[in-house]
């Protein structure tokens, strides 16, 4: 058995694109993974399964557009990967409040992109993930997950340092 991180992207606690963790857990149940356990509202998942990587986020895309009526990006890293990538933070974890992870679908054959007025914000692309250093806070920089999705040509979901550190935890 392979345990496995999985992230959501756009999935809400109300309003659009709304999925009770509760349901989401049922169907991956249903699914037939195990072990599943979901961390806060936003679609932040832990699992085991013996398939890939690719299966798992193409049967779990698939069970969300069949029972919930919606196309959601599945992103999946493995615990060795989350670590690496947490380990491997670029910039000061001084200030842990405007530190996040934007986890991609697929590699990166970019190694910057042109954003405008970031400020000082800081940015480093590593293969499919965009380390994030907001010293302009998450509500006013520019780097958000759309920009990067536009200018990077991939489906992502990003994730604070909180969150990041405590799916590693949860996966231990």
């Known amino acids: 058995m392979k345990k496995y991180i999985v992230l ?8 659009k694109n709304k ?17 599943v356990q979901t961390y806060i509202q936003s679609g932040n998942i832990i699992l085991t399964s013996e398939q890939s990587k690719l ?27 989350l670590n690496e990538i947490i380990k491997n933070y ?12 934007t986890f991609l679908d697929k ?3 970019k190694e910057t992109i042109e954003v405008k007025n970031i400020g000082e914000d800081l940015y480093k692309i590593v293969k499919d ?5 907001c010293k302009s806070g998450f509500g006013k920089t520019k780097l958000t997950n759309n920009v990067l ?18 799916l590693a935890e949860l996966a231990k």
């Open 55 to 81: 299966e798992v986020s193409k049967r779990i895309k698939k069970g969300i557009l069949k029972k919930f009526d919606l196309d959601i990006h599945v992103i999946v890293k493995t615990v060795l990967e």
């Open 8 to 15: 959501l992207r756009g999935i809400n606690v109300s309003g």
């Open 149 to 166: 999705e536009k200018k990077l040509d991939v489906n992502a979901t990003t994730r604070n340092l909180k969150t990041t550190l405590k």
């Open 107 to 109: 590699i990166s054959d």
């Open 19 to 35: 999925i009770p963790m509760v349901t989401l857990r049922e169907l991956l149940n249903d699914l037939e993974f195990q072990n």
């Open 129 to 133: 993930v965009v380390y994030l250093n």
């Open 90 to 101: 670029p910039f000061s974890l001084e200030n842990e409040k405007i530190v996040a992870f």
